[in-house]
């Protein structure tokens, strides 16, 4: 753990533990100011009603009226205020946590969890401690969704560069980075909230016939307030204002299959839209440096449109819409037809704006993505940009580590190997280090090809797609064994290098291994005759020592190893990969260990 960045963290934590406790007293203070005016203004209407003492009745409601809404507007500013700094709070306590690797309860991502991907089951990208906690500072679903695809699928080279570019100017900017987050954490939506809204914008407007209901929205309310007012005030006569509540109810009645479905389809999605409307400020305040980061916020003010503006208006009308679950908006609707002003606000927002909010939805999903990286690489600075190769078929990497094996824990190795058709055979007793350090490569190039750092010292790789075989179980419900299970996943690979978009790294684990050890060591030579011939390069673990002789006959085959050590009785593992075929073994020391009686 980086003790600087630490620090750093922990003087945030106590400078924003002591904002929270100033805001928690003020929101305390003015919510009982706010009761003892409501209830002094109850008791003077009472007395001055008593008194019959109307200038002192009229002065009481006017000051109320004007003094009552500034109150409720500041202490709402309050809550805002309040609310981000708990989301600061949050967020630099989960940055420390990050850093000790206590990463239960975070937001795992296992909703894009597929078993068919070339590597997910085995990367730990998603799921309880993975990538994707360690990674994911995103709070909107779309920017959630875009961190989970940069981190399924390879980047190209060039897009890569921008990317590292990018996160590189957003790194050093820690109090950007955690506002921009905080602003997000306003959003409670998930994929359906969003979307739904998405897809209401693109649809065709509510009300087809608009200057008729324009026209009617102008002239009934007007009839409406006039003839209610001439009724109640000048001995008018009650048809007037019954007939055009009466008119106003035909006008509701053709419009409410419509106003319900709006209602509906975009409620929910109001908190996002002011997560939106909170970020999409912060950004547009913001003079970048990278043109990278200068496109994003282009995006969001075009045209002379400013994208923060139009969301607020459109979180107002969507706000206002959903007063209809409140009865007293329906008393007013029926004189002043609010369904038909607040539909035809919603259908003008979709007219002028449809062609643009999810762009501006993207704009910053991808900005938290960045930010996401950003923040990685903040609490990281050990990390580094690796280089990404123009050619293909090269992977070198010095002191490469796994970011999810705290610094104390792991060990790092040095590696290279390049060239088509290249098969690298590792072979080791139990528990050396085999998959751990397949995982670690694997690990390392997902990050590198979503444009993030690397745990290492220093990193080269061309781009390529990473395939794995490595966790292959059994299936009661589709009747699969593990053998069969595994077969299926080479299958896979073989399919995929028919028609590869991209050179392909594999990582076979314990290759075959449900089978008897001369299948497994016949069928095990002849794949890697046949990978080293197609469009690939990659590793294959096993404990079958004979499948290092394939070194000797095959000029693509390279041989290492991870060893241990028995020493007074107890096994010792270096987890450092060593050139050759493994010579020490554990299995029989084990077993004893375990309390099974081996024979001399």
Same mark, same amino acid.
């Given at each position: 753990m980086?003790?600087?960045? *630490?620090?750093?963290?922990?003087?945030?934590?106590?400078?924003?533990?002591?904002k929270?406790?100033?805001?928690?007293?003020?929101?305390?203070?003015?919510?009982w100011?706010?009761?003892?005016?409501?209830?002094?203004?109850?008791?003077?209407?009472?007395?001055?009603?008593?008194?019959?003492?109307?200038?002192?009745?009229?002065?009481?409601?006017?000051?109320?009226?004007?003094a009552?809404?500034?109150l409720?507007k500041?202490?709402?500013?309050?809550?805002?205020?309040?609310f981000?700094?708990?989301?600061l709070?949050?967020?630099?306590?989960e940055?420390?946590?990050?850093?000790?690797?206590?990463l239960?309860?975070m937001?795992?991502?296992?909703?894009?969890?597929?078993?068919?991907?070339?590597?997910?089951?085995?990367?730990?990208?998603?799921?309880?401690?993975?990538? *994707?906690?360690?990674?994911?500072?995103?709070?909107?679903?779309?920017?959630?969704?875009?961190?989970? $695809?940069?981190?399924?699928?390879?980047?190209?080279?060039?897009?890569?560069?921008?990317?590292?570019? %990018?996160?590189?100017?957003?790194?050093?900017?820690?109090?950007?980075? $955690?506002?921009?987050?905080a602003?997000?954490?306003?959003?409670?939506?998930?994929?359906?909230?969003?979307?739904?809204?998405?897809h209401?914008?693109?649809?065709?407007?509510?009300l !087809?016939?608009?200057?008729?209901?324009?026209l009617?929205?102008?002239?009934?309310?007007?009839? %409406?307030?006039?003839?209610?007012?001439?009724?109640?005030?000048?001995?008018?006569?009650?048809?007037?204002?019954?007939?055009?509540?009466?008119?106003?109810?035909?006008?509701?009645?053709s419009?409410?299959?419509?106003?319900?479905?709006?209602?509906?389809?975009?409620?929910?999605?109001i908190? %996002?839209?002011q997560?939106?409307?909170?970020?999409i400020?912060?950004?547009?305040?913001?003079?970048?440096?990278?043109?990278?980061?200068?496109?994003?916020?282009?995006?969001?003010?075009? !045209?002379?449109?400013?994208?923060?503006k139009?969301?607020?208006?459109?979180?107002?009308?969507?706000d206002?819409?959903?007063?209809?679950?409140?009865?007293?908006?329906? &008393?007013?609707?029926?004189?002043?037809l609010?369904?038909?002003?607040?539909?035809?606000?919603?259908?003008?927002?979709k007219?002028?704006?449809?062609?643009?909010?999810?762009?501006?939805?993207?704009?910053?999903?991808?900005?938290?993505?960045?930010?996401?990286?950003?923040?990685?690489?903040?609490?990281?600075?050990? *990390?580094?940009?690796?280089?990404? !190769?123009?050619?293909?078929?090269?992977f070198? %990497?010095?002191a490469?580590?796994?970011c999810?094996i705290?610094?104390?824990n792991?060990?790092?190795?040095?590696?290279? =190997?390049q060239?088509?058709?290249?098969?690298?055979?590792?072979t080791?007793?139990?528990?050396?280090?085999?998959?751990?350090?397949?995982?670690?490569?694997?690990?390392?190039?997902?990050?590198?090809?979503m444009?993030?750092?690397?745990?290492?010292k220093? =990193?080269?790789?061309?781009?390529?797609?990473?395939?794995?075989?490595?966790?292959?179980?059994?299936?009661?419900?589709?009747?699969?064994?593990s053998?069969?299970?595994?077969?299926?996943?080479?299958?896979?690979?073989? $399919?995929?290098?028919?028609t590869?978009q991209?050179?392909?790294?594999?990582?076979?684990?314990?290759?075959?291994?449900?089978?008897?050890?001369?299948?497994?060591?016949?069928?095990?030579?002849?794949?890697?005759?046949?990978?080293?011939?197609?469009?690939?390069?990659?590793?294959?673990?096993?404990?079958?020592?004979?499948?290092?002789r394939?070194?000797?006959?095959l000029?693509?085959?390279?041989? *290492?190893?991870?060893?241990?050590?028995?020493?007074?009785?107890? &096994?010792?593992?270096?987890?450092?990969?060593?050139?050759?075929?493994?010579?020490?073994?554990?299995?029989?020391?084990?077993?004893?260990?375990?309390?099974?009686?081996?024979?001399?």
């Amino acid at each position: 753990m980086n003790q600087i960045i *630490y620090s750093t963290y922990e003087e945030r934590i106590q400078k924003f533990k002591k904002k929270a406790t100033e805001y928690a007293v003020q929101h305390s203070r003015l919510s009982w100011i706010r009761t003892l005016i409501f209830l002094f203004f109850l008791i003077g209407i009472v007395y001055f009603a008593n008194q019959q003492n109307g200038d002192a009745l009229f002065t009481t409601i006017l000051i109320f009226v004007i003094a009552f809404p500034f109150l409720v507007k500041y202490h709402n500013q309050l809550k805002k205020k309040r609310f981000h700094v708990d989301s600061l709070l949050n967020i630099n306590e989960e940055e420390i946590a990050r850093l000790a690797g206590k990463l239960k309860g975070m937001e795992g991502g296992e909703n894009f969890i597929d078993l068919q991907h070339p590597y997910l089951g085995d990367l730990d990208v998603f799921g309880e401690h993975s990538l *994707y906690q360690l990674i994911n500072r995103t709070s909107t679903y779309k920017g959630k969704t875009m961190l989970a $695809q940069w981190l399924k699928y390879p980047a190209r080279r060039e897009e890569i560069l921008s990317r590292q570019e %990018a996160v590189q100017e957003l790194k050093q900017e820690l109090e950007w980075r $955690q506002d921009f987050k905080a602003y997000g954490s306003v959003a409670k939506e998930n994929e359906e909230d969003t979307d739904t809204l998405l897809h209401w914008v693109e649809e065709p407007v509510a009300l !087809e016939k608009r200057k008729l209901y324009r026209l009617a929205m102008f002239i009934m309310p007007l009839i %409406a307030l006039s003839g209610i007012i001439m009724y109640f005030f000048a001995d008018g006569n009650a048809y007037w204002p019954i007939s055009a509540i009466f008119i106003n109810g035909i006008i509701l009645w053709s419009t409410a299959e419509k106003s319900s479905l709006t209602h509906r389809k975009t409620f929910r999605s109001i908190g %996002a839209l002011q997560a939106y409307r909170a970020m999409i400020r912060k950004v547009e305040s913001t003079d970048f440096k990278h043109i990278r980061l200068q496109k994003l916020k282009a995006h969001l003010e075009h !045209e002379g449109i400013q994208a923060s503006k139009e969301i607020s208006k459109l979180e107002y009308i969507l706000d206002n819409f959903n007063a209809r679950a409140n009865i007293f908006y329906h &008393i007013f609707n029926i004189v002043l037809l609010l369904d038909v002003y607040w539909l035809l606000r919603a259908d003008q927002w979709k007219t002028n704006l449809k062609g643009d909010i999810g762009r501006w939805f993207d704009s910053i999903s991808e900005l938290e993505v960045l930010n996401s990286i950003a923040g990685f690489a903040f609490s990281h600075p050990e *990390y580094i940009f690796p280089q990404i !190769e123009e050619g293909q078929y090269v992977f070198e %990497a010095e002191a490469l580590g796994h970011c999810l094996i705290s610094a104390k824990n792991r060990v790092d190795n040095d590696f290279s =190997m390049q060239g088509k058709g290249t098969v690298c055979i590792i072979t080791g007793s139990n528990m050396s280090g085999k998959s751990t350090f397949l995982r670690t490569v694997g690990v390392n190039i997902v990050l590198a090809l979503m444009g993030a750092p690397v745990c290492a010292k220093k =990193m080269n790789t061309s781009v390529m797609q990473v395939f794995t075989s490595m966790r292959t179980q059994d299936s009661l419900e589709e009747s699969v064994s593990s053998f069969y299970a595994e077969l299926k996943r080479l299958k896979q690979l073989l $399919q995929m290098l028919e028609t590869p978009q991209l050179p392909v790294m594999f990582m076979l684990d314990e290759i075959l291994k449900g089978t008897n050890s001369q299948d497994r060591h016949n069928g095990a030579a002849s794949l890697i005759k046949q990978l080293s011939k197609l469009p690939a390069f990659g590793f294959v673990s096993t404990h079958d020592l004979e499948l290092g002789r394939m070194e000797e006959v095959l000029s693509s085959v390279i041989n *290492y190893s991870f060893t241990s050590s028995i020493e007074q009785d107890e &096994i010792y593992f270096d987890y450092t990969i060593h050139k050759g075929i493994c010579k020490s073994f554990n299995a029989s020391k084990l077993m004893a260990k375990m309390g099974i009686a081996m024979e001399e």
